[in-house]
């Protein structure tokens, strides 16, 4: 495939897989040949399977077992003229991974969370790039008050500064709904 996208020019290219590994594919072409938009041919439109290739770089998910041919060619024009194609159910699917927050979830020997809910939303809120102040704000805390939460945690999980603390929340956290909180809603309806 290497040789021939090479040697031609491609715009839509539409590789078939239903499985998480077959989407390293899609990560290589996104990496090699960012031009070329690539279509997900696929039998079933799972969540984990629409995301992870969203992710890696596909701009649609065509489900050909459930969708007639003449919506293929659609699916490749609106590909080709730099839109995505995906469905509303992929849609939901893309957008509730976007709303998942990382929490850390750090457990003893004995399996016990070391870290309580607060502290967890902390960390969450952290990652999202809040300050002191913001993260004060989002929780109706004071920032002394976020400063002790943040010491604590550093010492819990043996880190001792944010950035470590964002970067082991990314890689070592798992991914959850983010809690709506009262203080996002008056700045969402106040736009500050």
């Given amino acids: 495939m290497h040789a021939f996208l090479q040697t031609h020019t491609v715009d839509v290219l539409l590789a078939a897989g239903n499985n998480l590994p077959d989407l390293t594919l899609l990560r290589w072409l996104r990496v090699s040949y960012p031009k070329v938009a690539t279509v997900l041919l696929a039998e079933n439109d ?46 939901n699917y893309v ?37 002191n102040r913001g993260v004060a704000s989002e929780l109706g805390l004071s920032e002394h008050t976020i400063k002790k939460y943040l010491l604590r945690i550093f010492d819990k999980v043996g880190i001792s500064s944010r950035v470590e603390l964002v970067l082991y929340a990314l890689s070592h956290g798992e991914h959850r709904p983010a809690e709506w909180m009262p203080s996002m809603a008056a700045q969402a309806l106040t736009g500050s």
Avoid at 55 to 83: K, S
Avoid at 99 to 108: A, H, W
Wanted: proline share 4%.
């Fill in 46 to 91: 799972n969540n984990e399977l629409v995301v992870s290739a969203m992710r890696a770089g596909a701009r649609g998910v065509f489900l050909f077992t459930q969708t007639a041919f003449p919506m293929l060619c659609r699916c490749i024009h609106c590909v080709f003229r730099g839109e995505v194609w995906i469905n509303s159910q992929q849609m």
């Fill in 95 to 131: 957008l509730d991974s976007l709303s998942d927050v990382p929490t850390l979830r750090v457990l003893s020997s004995t399996g016990r969370s070391l870290l309580t809910p607060r502290e967890e939303q902390v960390v969450a809120i952290v990652a999202d790039g809040l300050t």
